[in-house]
Every structure is written in structure tokens, then in C-alpha cells.
């Protein structure tokens, strides 16, 4: 008598259990890692709004890419919020929404900063235009570009470049009034973040350790413990990284610490290649030291970084940020490089980043990573 059970409540009990289940199911795997942080050794920051990244630096919660960044797991840096420049000023085109538009027939951004560009998203308020035309400067004079393909979905095109110089300056050319949700303009993702470190002295650990300036925080208080510092000991002082894998590398960041600024002044900024080949970039613009250093450089392949300065009693580094994306093997592509390209020809030009194809996917394959059969 007490075994019995309603065929009623059987009926609730099951749909309880089913309901539990269910949402079990379709929680999102919630990063293990510390809150701002994912992937597999929690090596990549989340740049999702309110942090809320799943294990693979998707948003949950119908929460989208923090404002400035977009991409593959939000982890590619928008130069379009970066630009001093935007003329006619269209606010809706960077306002990280892509419901929002503008009526327009061209626009043109402009940096103080040059970049070697690689990749532009346009989305659309309705279908995908071929219409368009790019046109690249370096100051007045214009800028040519060695490869450029385009790659149209349903309301958004990806456009990918390689360019012959650094570029100040890029104008949409749309050719009718067309209307324009949000425009990126990929900057490349810090690919410095938790890499290898070391500094002259290995004395300096804890507190001061040559990996603060790769922790994710820009904080430049010293005091703060997100700083790396060296002893004082007068001579040529340095801090090297060493890539996990080759990167092409475009731009860096380098925090200065608060106070005491003028020590970083005239520091230089070495980055190794596979040929062991330099690219010396030296700083000259002062003797009172900036709060932060911005360096752009044509893309170079890079294995190894140094920042070293002659005949000095410190070097603190309170974040270095190098701008880039890994130099995936041929056919390869994702963040650590992990997944198959699905491209139409082997020869194809798969973007690092995305998966994308310069011919478009093999056979049965479609979307930007080639990942749908
Ligand atoms: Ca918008
Ligand atoms: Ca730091």
C-alpha cells in the first residue's frame, strides 16, 4: 500500500525529473577557471560582459563581447574604438550593437597610431553588399595592400588583408546610401599573456617577478604586486618573453609603473624571429617616460621579445601586451592553433583566427570557420 504511486504523480515526477535534467543540461560549462579567466591551464582573460565566459571564452547568459572587443572567444582587440578619428562621426557604428545602424555612402578612419591591418567585419542591417571599396593611406599617400579576400554571410562580410606598408587611415567606400550596423577592425589578440618569462635577476621573485608584467593586470602601482621589476645594480638590464609557439606580431603595449616614470625612457625593444633576425625599436620620444608605450610594426614573425636598457639601475615593466595572432602550421587554425581548416584547396589562405578560407570551404562545408557540414 505505501509502494503505490498515482499515475499522476508518476506523470509530475517524471516531468520534475526531466526539468532537472534538462537544465543540468543546458547550463553552460562555466569556465573552472578563476572569475575572468579560461581555457585549459586558464591562460586566456574572458572579455565577455560581466566576465561571463564559458570554458571556451563564449558568453553565457546572452551576455555578448565586452565593448571593444569582438571575434572568435571576444579575444580579438577592435582598433575601430581605438581610431582618433572617425569622419562623419557615426556613433552606431561603434556602439557594440548590432541592432543599431546608420545611413551611409562612406567614412573613413583615422589613427595617430599605423597599423598593418588584417582583418575588417561590416555587418549589415539587411544582406551583405558587394559593393564595396576599401582605400588605405599613410597620411596622404595611399597604401596598397598584397592580398585582400572577401568572405559574405547573411548580414555581415569578413574582409582579410595583407598589407604592403602600415596604414593611419582606411575609407569605406559603399557606392549607394547603405545601412550599416558596426564596423571592426581586428587589432589582434595579446598574445604576451602568461607566456615564458625571465628578467636579468632571478632574485627578484614574488613580489617583483618577471611574469607580473604578463599577469593581465595593467595596474601600475608598483606596490601592487602586478609589476616586474629588477635590482638595482647599474648596467644593462632586460626582460625577455619566449612565445610558447612562433606569433606574427603587430603591436605593443607597454605599461610604465607610476611613479618614477623617466626610468623606462629610452628603452629598446627587440623581437627575435626564427632567423634569429632583430627588429630594434628604440625609444626617443622622451627622457620623463610616458605612462604607456604604444609600438606598432609591420607584422613579424616572432619567437622571443626583449625590452633592455643600457646603463640603468631598474627596469619595471608593470604590463606588456603584444598584439598578434599565433602562426598557425598550414590548414590549422583556433586559438592554440587545434583545429582543422576545411578549405576547398589545400593552398588556400586559412585564416588563423577565423578558419576562413581565401576559396571559400571544401565541398559540404560552410559558416566563417568551415565548421558545418
Ligand atoms: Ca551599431
Ligand atoms: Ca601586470
Known amino acids: 500500500m505505501f509502494m503505490y504511486v498515482s ?132 597620411g596622404q599617400k595611399s597604401v596598397s595592400y598584397t592580398s585582400m579576400f572577401y568572405n559574405f554571410y547573411d548580414s555581415f562580410i569578413d574582409i582579410y588583408l595583407r598589407m604592403e606598408n602600415l596604414t593611419n587611415s582606411v575609407q569605406f567606400l559603399f557606392g549607394k546610401r547603405t545601412s550599416i550596423c558596426d564596423v571592426r577592425i581586428s587589432g589582434g589578440r595579446n598574445m604576451a599573456l602568461k607566456q615564458t618569462t625571465w628578467q636579468i635577476d632571478t632574485s627578484t621573485i614574488g613580489e617583483y617577478n618577471s ?38 606580431v603587430y603591436r605593443f603595449l607597454i605599461v610604465n609603473a607610476a611613479t618614477r616614470r623617466e626610468q623606462l625612457s629610452n628603452f629598446c625593444l627587440t623581437v627575435y624571429d626564427k632567423k634569429t633576425r632583430k627588429v630594434n625599436i628604440r625609444d626617443e620620444s622622451s627622457q620623463r617616460g610616458e605612462f604607456a608605450y604604444n609600438v606598432t610594426v609591420p607584422t613579424t614573425r616572432a619567437t622571443k621579445v626583449t625590452i633592455s636598457i643600457n646603463n640603468n639601475y631598474q627596469l619595471v615593466l608593470c604590463e606588456v601586451e603584444i598584439f598578434g595572432d599565433k602562426a598557425c602550421p598550414n590548414n590549422y587554425f583556433g586559438l592554440d592553433c587545434e583545429r582543422p581548416c576545411n578549405c576547398g584547396q589545400d593552398e588556400d589562405w586559412c585564416m588563423s583566427a577565423t578558419g576562413a578560407c581565401s576559396k571559400g570551404c571544401r565541398t559540404g562545408y560552410k559558416g566563417v570557420d568551415c565548421n558545418e557540414g
Open 211 to 248: 611574469n607580473n608584467a604578463v599577469d593581465g593586470n595593467r595596474d601600475p602601482n608598483v606596490q601592487s604586486g602586478s609589476c616586474s621589476r629588477t635590482l638595482t645594480t647599474k648596467g644593462h638590464v632586460f626582460w625577455n618573453l619566449v612565445f610558447n609557439s612562433a606569433v606574427d
Open 7 to 138: 499515475g499522476y504523480f508518476i506523470t509530475k515526477m517524471t516531468k520534475f525529473v526531466l526539468i532537472i535534467l534538462l537544465s543540468i543540461y543546458i547550463e553552460p560549462a562555466k569556465s573552472a577557471c578563476k572569475t575572468g579567466w579560461f581555457g585549459i591551464t586558464c591562460q586566456y582573460q574572458c572579455h565577455c560582459e560581466q566576465d561571463k565566459c564559458d570554458i571556451n571564452g563564449g558568453c553565457y547568459d546572452e551576455t555578448q563581447c565586452s565593448k571593444g572587443w569582438f571575434g572568435p572567444s571576444c579575444q580579438y582587440v577592435d582598433l575601430v574604438l581605438q581610431a582618433d578619428k572617425m569622419e562623419p562621426d557615426y556613433f552606431h557604428l561603434k556602439d557594440n550593437d548590432e541592432s543599431t545602424c546608420e545611413s551611409t555612402e562612406a567614412f573613413r578612419l583615422s589613427w595617430l597610431l599605423n597599423h598593418d591591418l588584417t582583418w575588417i567585419r561590416i555587418v549589415y542591417m539587411n544582406e551583405a553588399d558587394a559593393n564595396i571599396t576599401l582605400k588605405f593611406y599613410y
